[in-house]
């Protein structure tokens, strides 16, 4: 029983260490229709290393804010054009039909936090980003 205490003790005192600091305080949201989370565009591509990037605005965002860089589509899908014009075609000759030929970065995402808002469309970011992402893949952060 004294080793189950101890080791939730331990277990306890430790999750302290795997969490983001309170920049803002504790989240309480008292009043209706308050904005919690914001987003916008990436404008330009980036490429892993960047610690700068380039987005659609800059207002809201802080210095320590944690932000998330998402890259939400962009993938490459086989696509057959008498889907769209057959219409007595029951199902389609190519059981291929809708794979993914390429995912182009969709699906990439990372943490980062904001270390300076260097302008009205700029970001820099504490550390490099470490992968690719692009304007054509409707990238947010």
Same mark, same amino acid.
């Given at each position: 029983?004294?080793?189950?205490?101890?080791?939730?003790? =331990?277990?306890?005192?430790?999750?302290?260490?795997?969490?983001?600091?309170?920049?803002?305080?504790?989240?309480?949201?008292?009043?209706?229709?308050?904005?919690?989370?914001?987003?916008?565009?990436?404008?330009?591509? =980036?490429?892993?290393?960047?610690?700068?990037?380039?987005?659609?605005?800059?207002?809201?965002?802080?210095?320590?804010?944690?932000?998330?860089?998402?890259?939400?589509?962009?993938?490459?899908?086989?696509?057959?054009?008498?889907?769209?014009?057959?219409?007595?075609?029951?199902?389609?000759?190519?059981?291929?039909?809708?794979? =993914?030929?390429?995912?182009?970065?969709?699906?990439?995402?990372?943490?980062?936090?904001?270390?300076?808002?260097?302008?009205?469309?700029?970001?820099?970011?504490?550390?490099?980003?470490?992968?690719?992402?692009?304007?054509?893949?409707?990238?947010?952060?």
């Amino acid at each position: 029983m004294k080793k189950h205490f101890i080791f939730f003790l =331990i277990l306890i005192s430790s999750l302290s260490l795997f969490s983001q600091r309170g920049k803002d305080g504790a989240g309480n949201i008292v009043a209706a229709n308050t904005i919690v989370n914001l987003y916008t565009p990436l404008t330009a591509s =980036i490429n892993a290393g960047a610690t700068s990037i380039s987005v659609g605005s800059t207002v809201g965002f802080a210095v320590g804010d944690l932000v998330m860089i998402i890259q939400m589509q962009g993938a490459s899908v086989r696509a057959n054009k008498w889907w769209f014009t057959d219409t007595t075609a029951t199902a389609p000759p190519d059981t291929s039909q809708g794979y =993914i030929l390429n995912y182009n970065e969709a699906g990439n995402h990372e943490f980062a936090q904001v270390n300076s808002v260097l302008s009205a469309n700029s970001l820099s970011l504490d550390c490099g980003i470490l992968k690719k992402y692009t304007t054509v893949g409707k990238t947010q952060v």
